[in-house]
């Protein structure tokens, strides 16, 4: 029974290390230890003592993001393709291990865990999802859900970029996460945290690119290429 267990858990490791290398292949990744220097600008809901005082702060963000040539979207204006993303992968993410223990620590909001709810979301200001992100910012080109967990705030930032050619279209998803440096230390700084939180994001926004892809019911050989190879 032990070689059997210890068998399992060596495959499902192997399993997980080799998801995470291939989204890391597949997607432009990077994580930082502070802020990027037009995240501050960008980002229009960051309290205005973290990108002033930043040194105050520990601080750690992220970003996985995959370009798509617009000709392989469906022809439907990007703002409400950003909006089709965030209800796909706000639903797939409801269904994952980390949504049920937010869903477990989580009094109230637990109607905003429900895929029907979630899928009638616009995600307009103030909007709750999930339990613990609420929408904090609204652009056309982006959202940005605010999170806290006692002294850990953070941002959960889904938009897109297009391209200077007008051809291109670059989904990105970004996470900001800090405290203040004497009230401990950020969950993404364990290191077990960070694989399982890459995990999550890359796969959701691989899968999410994909999805938007197939929303028009088409699977030409030039989407399946793309969804293949990335």
């Known amino acids: 029974m032990i070689v059997l267990l210890a068998s399992l858990l060596t495959s499902v490791l192997a399993t997980l290390y080799f998801t995470h290398r291939s989204l890391r292949l597949t997607l432009h990744a990077h994580h930082e230890r502070t802020l990027p220097p037009s995240t501050s600008t960008r980002i229009t809901s960051l309290p205005a003592d973290l990108t002033h005082s930043p040194e105050k702060y520990s601080i750690f963000y992220d970003q996985a993001s995959r370009p798509v040539p617009r000709r392989l979207l469906p022809d439907i204006p990007l703002p409400e393709l950003l909006t089709a993303l965030l209800r796909r992968n706000m639903t ?19 109607g905003s865990f429900c895929s029907s709810y979630i899928q009638k979301l616009e995600f307009g200001q103030g909007e709750c999802v999930c339990g613990v992100y609420r929408v904090a910012a609204r652009e056309d080109d982006r959202v940005e859900l605010e999170m806290s967990r006692g002294n850990v705030a953070g941002r959960l930032v889904i938009g897109y970029v297009v391209g200077k050619d007008r051809e291109t279209v670059t989904f990105s998803n970004e996470t900001v996460m800090w405290c203040r440096r004497d009230e401990g230390k950020l969950p993404l700084e364990n290191r077990v945290v960070r694989f399982f939180h890459e995990m999550t994001a890359w796969w959701l926004m691989d899968s999410g690119v994909c999805y938007l892809m197939d929303m028009d019911g088409s699977e ?8 293949k190879n990335g």
């Open 220 to 227: 030409g050989e030039e989407k399946l290429a793309f969804g």
């Open 92 to 110: 797939a993410f409801s269904h994952f291990p980390q949504a049920w223990l937010l869903r477990l620590n989580c009094p109230t909001e637990r």
